[in-house]
C-alpha cells in the first residue's frame, strides 16, 4: 500500500524559507509525475507545482513561480519543494501526491502545515 508522508511545514515569518519532503513507500516514484499542492481551509486542494520523470519538464502555478522550487530524489524516493520569500497567503496544509487524473491518484497524506505570519 503506498503510503505518503510530508513534513518540513512550519510557522515562519514573512520572507522566510522551507523546505518541505515527501516520503513515498510502497511505490516507486521513478516513473511518476509527482506534484505539491496545498489546501487552505474553506477551499479545495490546489495544485502549487508538478515535477515529471526524466528528461524533468518542472510547472509552477503562478502564485509560485520564482519562490518555490520543485525537485525529486528517485533513489531515495522523496519529493522536495523549497520554499522562498514566503508570503502569508503561502498558508496551507501541504500534501504531494503523482500528478495526474482524481481516480490515478495514492492516498493522501496527512500534509504538512505551512503558516506564514508578517
Known amino acids: 500500500q503506498v503510503q505518503l508522508v510530508e513534513s518540513g511545514g512550519d510557522l515562519v515569518q514573512a520572507g522566510g524559507s522551507l523546505r518541505l519532503s515527501c516520503v513515498v513507500s510502497g511505490r516507486s516514484i521513478r516513473f511518476a509525475v509527482m506534484g505539491w499542492y496545498r489546501q487552505i481551509p474553506g477551499k479545495e486542494r490546489e495544485w502549487v507545482a508538478d515535477i515529471t520523470t526524466g528528461p524533468e519538464m518542472i510547472t509552477y502555478a503562478d502564485s509560485g513561480k520564482g519562490r518555490v522550487t520543485i525537485s525529486r530524489d528517485n533513489a531515495k524516493n522523496v519529493l522536495y519543494l523549497e520554499m522562498n520569500n514566503l508570503k502569508p497567503e503561502d498558508t496551507g496544509v501541504y500534501y504531494c501526491?503523482?500528478?495526474?487524473?482524481?481516480?490515478?491518484?495514492?492516498?493522501w497524506g496527512q500534509g504538512t502545515q505551512v503558516t506564514v505570519f508578517s
Open positions: 501526491n503523482k500528478k495526474g487524473p482524481v481516480g490515478s491518484l495514492w492516498p
